[in-house]
């Protein structure tokens, strides 16, 4: 008995301190676990990404999204914990060693974190650009969503990589392109349409001609039938003209009042 | 039951086709088997067959709701005249519970499917406004019965055979038939004399015309106003659908060229 005594008494107080914050750190680990898993199921995030491959990947192995991201966030507060006591045990040979660790895990957490965002964003980025496509019955559209998931993709694995402190200017410098590319593609493929709608929201706010009214434009001359954003629908004896609206504004259009 | 199952034999015997109406997944699934592949009419295709006829109202009226199917499927080249067809239908709501054997004849176009398939104006142009007109039907304005005209359709040569009796509320607006405010506004506007005319795509263009087509052989049923009349009579000069709901006798009614295509009464829906 008074071994055992001697034993306790030669751990030192600073000992007995880590140790039970190691064990309140568990302890917390596992509230935040439960915790984190309510409140996203609270707020709907199972039901948001039911669906995508990440989720059904996690299906299988018989875990789910949310439980992952519940689960992290107790693995964090538990590794969290055990630094805290490492430190409080005041193990010194480890310190430099550690104190970049206590640095790089946070940073880890959050970028793997950012990964699983960015996987689940993505697909359902995908699933929602394919369901809108879904009317368009064209087969080649299909490559559309998986490039819309593969660029969500690329832009959360660049934040990732950067949270962890990668050198990523290179990949910076690819998205800016691919940025750009879009852009200008389609501001040439939709310039028309662009002018047109600019044109046809003007026409449709100040109704310089309105349905019914006998108009010419060069050498078409109807009765307008419809005014929308992008179009005007003129029509004469069964021909209908359908008239771009910066058409309209480039050349003009005579209003025939009798 | 012998006889029972023999009645039904003979109403189905040497059918040409067949027409399923609203069916459920698992109705239609049976037919998979068949030799020929059922037509189905519904709002909806959602048992995804191949030859399918969407209905656009739900017609209370089982008769029109058959004269709709059959009218589609002749139009869609899936049945001819002479043909025989078997027509699985829902009578009292929910799941099919009838048979009904139809000699497809040209006598039975009455031009149901015509007026929401084939009009000027799109078909769920039509449909809105259907519904407006029967909600309006329904209630009235303020517990009171109202009449109404609406022109849907060919809106520009409307307007330059009509004339407005007041200032246009609806001038330099941009409200579609179907909106969910519009229902409010036109209630209210239902109280304006005059009809209210509508875009091929829905955009309500004015209230308040006076309608000036002349009405030399227009063929309405005797009794009915001077709003059918004008009504029924825009819809020959011109290629718009006219819906006209009769404030003595609460009935929605639309005309096309000229003739009364269809009548349906608004406490039924």
């Not at chain 1, 640095?103 to 959050?110: A, D, L, T």
Request: hydrophobic share 50%; proline share 4%; charged share 20%.
């Amino acid at each position: 008995m008074a071994q055992i005594e001697a034993y306790l008494d030669a751990v030192p107080a600073r000992w007995w301190l880590a140790l039970g914050i190691l064990l309140l750190g568990v302890l917390l680990g596992y509230v935040v676990n439960v915790v984190n898993n309510r409140l996203l199921r609270r707020a709907g995030v199972p039901e948001a990404i039911e669906g995508t491959a990440f989720e059904r990947m996690a299906r299988d192995l018989g875990t789910s999204t949310v439980a992952i991201l519940a689960r992290l966030s107790m693995y964090f507060v538990v590794v969290l914990a055990i630094l805290v006591a490492l430190t409080i045990a005041e193990i010194r040979y480890t310190e430099v060693f550690w104190s970049q660790v206590v640095e790089f895990i946070p940073q880890v957490f959050i970028a793997l974190l950012i990964l699983i965002i960015g996987v689940v964003v993505g697909e359902k980025v995908e699933l929602l650009v394919a369901e809108r496509l879904r009317g368009v019955k064209l087969p080649e559209v299909g490559f559309i969503p998986a490039l819309a998931k593969y660029s969500v993709f690329y832009v959360f694995v660049l934040i990732a990589l950067s949270q962890v402190g990668v050198a990523i200017l290179a990949l910076v410098v690819l998205l800016g392109v691919y940025a750009l590319g879009i852009v200008v593609l389609s501001a040439i493929a939709f310039g028309d349409m662009l002018s047109s709608g600019a044109a046809g929201v003007y026409l449709l706010l100040t109704q310089p001609y309105g349905i019914g009214d006998e108009v010419k434009m060069g050498q078409r001359r109807g009765v307008v039938q419809e005014i929308d954003v992008f179009v005007t629908h003129v029509e004469s004896d069964g021909d209908e003209y359908i008239i771009p609206n910066n058409k309209v504004f480039q050349d003009g259009i005579v209003r025939i009042r009798r | 039951m012998a006889t029972l199952t023999e009645l039904l034999d003979d109403l189905v015997a040497d059918v040409d086709g067949v027409i399923l109406f609203s069916p459920s997944g698992s109705y239609y699934e049976r037919f998979e088997d068949a030799d020929e592949d059922p037509v189905v009419v519904a709002p909806e295709n959602a048992v995804e067959a191949e030859t399918f006829v969407e209905l656009p109202l739900e017609f209370e009226n089982v008769r029109d709701r058959i004269r709709f199917g059959i009218e589609g499927a002749m139009e869609h080249d899936l049945f001819e005249e002479g043909d025989v067809v078997a027509c699985a239908v829902s009578v009292f709501g929910g799941d099919t519970d009838s048979v009904v054997r139809v000699r497809v004849s040209e006598s039975m176009r009455s031009g149901i499917y015509d007026l929401f398939a084939n009009s000027r104006a799109d078909p769920n142009v039509i449909r809105d406004v259907f519904e407006v007109a029967i909600e309006l039907g329904k209630k009235g304005q303020k517990g009171k019965p109202v009449g109404a005209l609406f022109v849907v359709g060919d809106a520009g040569k409307v307007m330059n055979k009509s004339r407005p009796l007041s200032y246009n509320p609806f001038e330099k607006s941009h409200v579609h038939v179907g909106d969910p405010i519009v229902n409010v506004m036109l209630k209210e506007f239902s109280r304006l004399d005059g009809a209210f005319v509508v875009s091929d795509s829905g955009k309500i263009v004015s209230a308040y015309r006076y309608l000036e087509p002349s009405a030399e052989g227009v063929d309405i049923p005797k009794g009915l106003g001077a709003r059918h009349m004008a009504g029924g009579a825009i819809t020959r000069d011109t290629n718009a659908t006219a819906i006209v709901l009769s404030e003595s006798d609460g009935l929605v009614r639309a005309f096309k060229g000229g003739k009364l295509i269809l009548e349906i009464d608004p406490e039924d829906y």
